[in-house]
């Protein structure tokens, strides 16, 4: 392949995956200005690795993997991977993954019913932190918690919300196999 084949290719992939890839960085580290980065350096990175992609292969999953290790390497570097965690980083990855084969819908109606069920105090949590954009220490100060406190919550809500989503699904799931 000479260099306006791989420039090309490399376009090509990186256009087609830009909003999975983009996805997946802010979904874990909810900040745009993090994400901007971070995609910037998984594309670079991506580009001076490319002759290690195999054509016909998953880009979307080799991106992936390289977007889990360059944000594991952020969270790190800021000292923020205790309170997220690799296990819930390899989670997100996990789920990203499954979303990715399957229609989103079912997820997000998932997603919806187990949010339902969470008690008033996890639901603002959740609020704070994914809607008003507010990191652990914000929250923590305004709850007039500790911030360690907040982080164990946060893992512990998302952690019930993956295993709610994976069991309302097989419910879904089981119940379309009935009525065929």
């Not at 910037?40 to 292969?57: A, D, I, M, Y």
């Not at 164990?152 to 379309?176: F, K, V, Y």
Request: hydrophobic share 40%.
């Amino acid at each position: 392949m000479n260099e306006q084949e791989r420039n090309n290719l490399f376009s090509d992939l990186i256009a087609r995956h830009q909003s999975e890839l983009y996805g997946y960085i802010f979904a874990v580290v909810r900040n745009w200005e993090d994400a901007d980065d971070l995609y910037q350096s998984v594309c670079l990175v991506l580009w001076s690795k490319f002759e290690l992609f195999r054509p016909g292969s998953s880009f979307f999953a080799w991106a992936r993997q390289t977007a889990k290790i360059t944000i594991s390497n952020h969270l790190r570097h800021k000292q923020r991977l205790n309170c997220i965690g690799e296990k819930l980083l390899d989670t997100l990855t996990e789920v990203t993954i499954k979303a990715q084969d399957e229609e989103p819908e079912p997820y997000l109606a998932a997603l919806r019913q187990c949010k339902a069920n969470l008690s008033a105090a996890d639901a603002e949590l959740l609020e704070l932190h994914y809607i008003a954009n507010l990191g652990s220490c914000q929250i923590a100060h305004q709850l007039q918690r500790p911030q360690q406190s907040i982080c164990r919550s946060l893992n512990r809500i998302r952690g019930w919300l993956l295993e709610c989503i994976e069991m309302e699904l097989a419910r879904q799931e089981h119940s379309e196999r009935i009525r065929s």
